[in-house]
């Protein structure tokens, strides 16, 4: 997968898996990356499948309509790749906390929802749920933060409520922040995620 490594001057701080939106890059997100943890490595990643030519990290059917067999095969695409440069960059692969917007905010979500010990955490901005259906994993001891729009049109706020409740029962805890805006993301929503972020991992 095609993506940026910038080794952090903190080796215990988290690793950030930083996933980008629809028609975004590996370059969208890395100020974001420095504002939640400025020690911190950051891998980078761009997704590997073109809509119009437009970067993402699996297909959709439409609009909100995910392909799921595609969200599936991408989601383990992702998982085995962050095994293997793991390796190749001597990083902790216990510590990654994954950092979405839109799509890759959905696909942050299914790593979570397919695997136990894919991501130690999640800075999820203005995600859907990935998948229904399935039962989690065990989730406890794994912080989500869900950064969301009251007015969002591509994801309403009963969407955001029902991926929080799915993590939540699956044993994660869990933080939403509200903001009155549609679905682009914001710099107090931005601070506040990085506020929560120092919290907890810093």
């Known amino acids: ?31 974001l990356g420095s504002l939640l943890s400025p020690e911190s490595s950051i891998l980078s990643v761009r997704g590997n499948v073109l809509e119009n030519g437009m970067p993402r990290f699996f297909r959709r059917l439409a609009e909100g309509v995910f392909d799921e067999e595609d969200l599936k095969f991408r989601t383990k695409e992702l998982h085995d790749f962050l095994d293997e440069v793991a390796g190749k960059y001597e990083f902790n692969r216990n510590n990654v906390v994954a950092v979405g917007y839109s799509n890759g905010a959905n696909i942050a979500g299914s790593l979570l929802f397919h695997y136990k010990t894919s991501l130690r955490g999640a800075v999820l901005h203005h995600p859907m749920v990935p998948l229904r259906g399935i039962q989690l994993p065990d989730l406890k001891g794994v912080r989500v933060f869900i950064g969301a729009g009251k007015n969002d049109p591509i994801c309403p706020p009963q969407e955001t409520e029902e ?7 699956a044993g994660a805890k869990v933080e939403t922040h509200w903001e009155n805006y549609g679905h682009q993301l914001t710099q107090p929503e931005a601070e506040r995620a990085a506020g929560w972020f120092q919290t907890y991992y810093l």
Do not use: Q, R, S
């Open 163 to 169: 991926l929080e409740h799915l993590l939540i029962e």
């Open 1 to 31: 997968m095609k993506h940026i490594f910038k080794k952090g001057t903190n080796e215990d701080a988290p690793v950030l898996l930083l996933l980008h939106g629809t028609g975004g890059n590996e370059e969208d997100l890395v100020p």
